[in-house]
């Protein structure tokens, strides 16, 4: 661990309110990329992103200081993700269910929330359309899919990191891969 990463655990172990303020300085914008992208630039993206850092905030006693603090925090920013996906399907089926209880002439079929992209002002127009065609395919994926691809492909995590945060065996989880890859090139056209 380098003297700064140790310097902050020592201070948030301490529940030095300024180290809140450190931990987003020197993490907070890789840590909202990151959920950009798992969630397919959600709009509740920054209640995500402040969730998992006060989680962090507030449990970093469990942090064991075996690896460098980012990949923990990138561990807590994923199952926040997941947790919310779950909660967000939870209430998209109650609202569903509440949808089929209406009398006809009062249901309508509720309109998708179109997630905001990232602007990048430094890609020339061919390199801009291309990353908004993969863009557009990663949030047309299953949260699932997304998730894996995600993890080993940007966040460049190994098979055997990822089979072990989902509790899998790396057989299953080269399958589960395979698949998602082969939906994201249908998507894209490539298939």
Request: aromatic share 6%; with cysteine.
């Amino acid at each position: 661990m380098d003297p700064d990463e140790h310097a902050l655990v020592q201070r948030m172990k301490r529940r030095d309110p300024a180290s809140m303020e450190l931990l987003i300085d020197r993490y907070g914008l890789r840590l909202r990329r990151l959920v950009g992208k798992l969630t397919a630039w959600s709009p509740d993206g920054d209640d995500i992103l402040q969730e998992s850092l006060w989680k962090a905030w507030s449990r970093i006693d469990r942090f064991r200081g075996d690896g460098p603090l980012e990949k923990w925090l990138v561990s807590i920013v994923f199952r926040t993700c997941r947790d919310h996906q779950r909660s967000a399907q939870r209430r998209w089926n109650r609202w569903l269910r509440f949808l089929e209880r209406l009398p006809s002439s009062h249901a309508s079929q509720p309109a998708a929330a179109i997630p905001h992209a990232t602007e990048s002002d430094s890609m020339d127009p061919d390199h801009h359309e291309s990353w908004d065609r993969v863009q557009s395919a990663m949030q047309q994926l299953k949260d699932e899919d997304r998730e894996l691809l995600v993890m080993i492909h940007l966040e460049h995590w190994s098979h055997d990191e990822l089979a072990k945060q989902l509790n899998l065996s790396k057989d299953r989880l080269h399958v589960k891969l395979h698949r998602a890859r082969m939906r994201l090139k249908k998507l894209l056209g490539e298939v």
